[in-house]
């Protein structure tokens, strides 16, 4: 496995490959692997002829207020991740080389980027947009891989790829979790024993969501009380939001007709979580299955 760490060389290597006419899968994250991002590097292994995982925490995309500094880091472990699962090269570019001084150039994606999560994180998807463009860039993959965890941050990469004409196949996976319903996430190392548990109230309100939608549940104000109730009943929790909305614009909906995407953002103690699902009506059922 080889390893990275200029994007200059990082590009004269996907140039390489390219004329080669190697297929290169690529699976950006910032570290601190688990299960979530190995199962985007398998899709990687398995439908291109090279993976690439990229290992970058971007300091674009948190605030002055957020856990920057504090990010969980382990370089070493998930350079051993990375080989155990057969990744082929790791890039692992630094913030001075990524963002040298007199940086200026942002990509804001409209109307996706300030919903949601971006309510709280005002900034933060123009720098996840502009890391994911510089890292396509450098990378040059054929396809590039992300979880459906971080809904959001999917449906705006997929429109960024389209808006800007980006020749990348966009493929999301679904989310990978704990035994007990805990979504896979870094920031799930902040947690103590006793949050660990209070953070088990998403996935529940998330689980309530697709059975109350199934036996015919229509009304997104009464629904959202209903996770409310759900989330407060444990101790440390603060939601940020519960969005019932438009699986594709994002927009909120009144009504759930056939589909509709539950988004929930919660901090527990210090650490904000984030979770969601896709819930069906029974006819939306048997549209999309
Ligand atoms: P991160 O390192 O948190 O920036 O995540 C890197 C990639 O892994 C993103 O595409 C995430 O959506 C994805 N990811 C993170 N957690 C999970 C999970 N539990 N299941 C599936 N994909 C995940």
Known sequence: ????????????????????????????????????????????????????????????????????????????????????????????PQAQEMYPDGFRTYVMVEGLSDKLCGCSRPTHFRGVATVVLKLFHQVKPHRAYFGE?????????????????????????????????????????YLDSEERVSALSLSRALERARDRVLQGERSAGALREELRGIIEGEQNTQIDYIAICHPQTLEDLE??????????????????????????TKSGRETHG
């Open 1 to 92: 496995m080889e390893v990275i760490e200029s994007p200059a060389t990082m590009q004269k290597k996907s140039n390489f490959l390219r004329e080669k006419g190697t297929t290169i899968g690529f699976v950006p994250t910032m570290g601190y692997l688990h299960e979530g991002h190995l199962s985007l590097m398998r899709a990687a292994r398995r439908d291109c002829d090279v993976g690439v995982v990229s290992i970058f925490v971007n300091p674009t995309q948190f605030s002055p207020n957020e856990d920057l500094a504090r990010y969980p880091r382990d370089t070493e472990g998930d350079l051993k991740k990375c080989e155990i699962e057969g990744i082929d090269l790791v890039f692992l």
């Open 149 to 189: 965890k971080d809904y959001q941050q999917l449906t705006i990469i997929r429109r960024m790829v389209r808006d800007l004409d980006l020749d990348i196949e966009i493929v999301g996976m679904p989310t990978v979790r704990e035994s007990d319903g805990l979504a896979m996430s870094s920031r799930n190392a």
């Open 255 to 280: 009504t759930i007709e056939n589909r509709a995407l539950v988004a929930l953002a919660v901090k527990v103690g210090t650490t904000r979580l984030i979770d969601n699902c896709v819930v069906l």
